[in-house]
């Protein structure tokens, strides 16, 4: 038996692929990865909150 993608659309909401992802996981027995998954593809923090301005500003000299 055949099981398809529930709430496969063109533009899903976030909500929808978080439930096409676990649907998919749990097919590969795999939904304890779901968290790290979503860690992983989540935009990375604010580049102001890994260094300061001013350094960006001498490293940009050195070139």
Same mark, same amino acid.
């Given at each position: 038996?055949?099981?398809?993608?529930p709430l496969?659309?063109i533009n /899903?909401?976030?909500?929808?692929?978080?439930?096409?992802?676990?649907?998919?996981?749990?097919?590969?027995?795999?939904?304890?990865?779901?968290?790290?998954?979503?860690?992983?593809?989540?935009? /990375?923090?604010?580049?102001?909150?890994?260094?300061?301005?001013?350094?960006?500003k001498a490293?940009?000299?050195?070139?």
């Amino acid at each position: 038996m055949q099981q398809t993608i529930p709430l496969h659309t063109i533009n /899903p909401t976030d909500e929808e692929r978080y439930k096409m992802l676990k649907f998919l996981l749990k097919l590969d027995n795999r939904v304890g990865d779901f968290d790290e998954i979503i860690k992983l593809m989540s935009p /990375p923090e604010d580049i102001e909150t890994i260094c300061s301005k001013l350094q960006g500003k001498a490293s940009k000299s050195l070139l």
